[in-house]
Protein backbone atom coordinates (compact mmCIF):
# COMPACT_ATOMS: atom_id res chain seq x y z
CA UNK A 1 0.00 0.00 0.00
CA UNK A 2 2.05 2.81 -1.00
CA UNK A 3 4.77 1.37 0.02
CA UNK A 4 3.77 0.35 3.15
CA UNK A 5 1.84 -2.49 5.28
CA UNK A 6 -2.14 -2.53 4.57
CA UNK A 7 -4.93 -4.66 6.39
CA UNK A 8 -8.09 -5.92 4.14
CA UNK A 9 -11.31 -6.80 6.01
CA UNK A 10 -13.59 -9.18 3.90
CA UNK A 11 -11.57 -7.57 0.82
CA UNK A 12 -11.77 -4.04 1.79
CA UNK A 13 -8.86 -2.30 2.89
CA UNK A 14 -9.25 -1.05 6.71
CA UNK A 15 -6.04 0.28 7.72
CA UNK A 16 -2.56 0.52 7.53
CA UNK A 17 1.04 1.35 8.60
CA UNK A 18 3.16 3.76 6.42
CA UNK A 19 6.49 5.05 7.25
CA UNK A 20 5.41 5.83 11.55
CA UNK A 21 2.18 6.65 10.82
CA UNK A 22 -1.35 4.29 11.47
CA UNK A 23 -3.46 4.72 8.33
CA UNK A 24 -6.97 4.07 8.87
CA UNK A 25 -9.86 4.09 6.69
CA UNK A 26 -12.74 5.92 8.74
CA UNK A 27 -14.94 6.84 6.02
CA UNK A 28 -16.45 9.86 4.33
CA UNK A 29 -19.12 10.54 7.61
CA UNK A 30 -16.46 10.32 10.32
CA UNK A 31 -14.02 11.99 8.09
CA UNK A 32 -14.01 15.74 9.32
CA UNK A 33 -14.30 14.61 12.95
CA UNK A 34 -11.65 12.55 12.87
CA UNK A 35 -9.19 15.38 11.37
CA UNK A 36 -9.85 17.43 14.05
CA UNK A 37 -8.52 15.04 16.67
CA UNK A 38 -4.83 15.88 18.25
CA UNK A 39 -1.79 13.85 16.47
CA UNK A 40 -4.07 13.36 13.20
CA UNK A 41 -3.84 14.28 9.39
CA UNK A 42 -4.77 14.07 5.95
CA UNK A 43 -3.89 10.81 4.33
CA UNK A 44 -1.77 12.74 1.65
CA UNK A 45 1.27 10.68 0.76
CA UNK A 46 0.92 11.63 -3.26
CA UNK A 47 0.25 15.78 -3.28
CA UNK A 48 -3.82 14.24 -3.24
CA UNK A 49 -5.66 13.66 -0.68
CA UNK A 50 -7.75 10.54 -0.28
CA UNK A 51 -11.17 11.68 1.64
CA UNK A 52 -12.39 9.06 4.53
CA UNK A 53 -8.58 7.89 5.39
CA UNK A 54 -6.71 9.79 7.95
CA UNK A 55 -3.04 9.16 8.96
CA UNK A 56 -2.47 9.08 12.96
CA UNK A 57 1.10 10.22 13.94
CA UNK A 58 2.88 8.06 16.73
CA UNK A 59 1.82 10.82 19.79
CA UNK A 60 -1.74 9.56 19.01
CA UNK A 61 -1.19 6.19 19.37
CA UNK A 62 0.93 6.06 22.28
CA UNK A 63 -1.04 3.55 24.60
CA UNK A 64 -3.28 0.83 24.06
CA UNK A 65 -6.40 1.93 24.46
CA UNK A 66 -5.69 4.85 21.71
CA UNK A 67 -4.48 2.23 19.13
CA UNK A 68 -7.72 0.12 19.57
CA UNK A 69 -9.90 3.55 19.35
CA UNK A 70 -8.41 4.00 15.96
CA UNK A 71 -8.28 0.04 14.80
CA UNK A 72 -12.08 -0.14 16.19
CA UNK A 73 -13.37 2.62 14.36
CA UNK A 74 -11.58 1.46 11.11
CA UNK A 75 -12.97 -1.91 11.62
CA UNK A 76 -16.50 -0.69 11.92
CA UNK A 77 -16.34 0.81 8.92
CA UNK A 78 -14.51 -1.56 6.75
CA UNK A 79 -17.32 -3.92 8.11
CA UNK A 80 -20.25 -1.22 6.66
CA UNK A 81 -18.96 -2.06 3.25
CA UNK A 82 -19.94 -5.10 1.04
CA UNK A 83 -17.68 -7.69 0.61
CA UNK A 84 -15.49 -8.07 -2.12
Same mark, same amino acid.
Given at each position: ???? $???? *????????????? *? !? *???????????????? $????? !????A?????? $????? !???D?? *???????A $??????????
Amino acid at each position: MCGG $VGFL *LDGNMCCGVWKEF *L !I *LRVGPSAYEEALKQPN $VVEFD !ITGRAMTGWVM $VEPAG !IEDDVE *LKSWLQQA $VQFARSLPPK
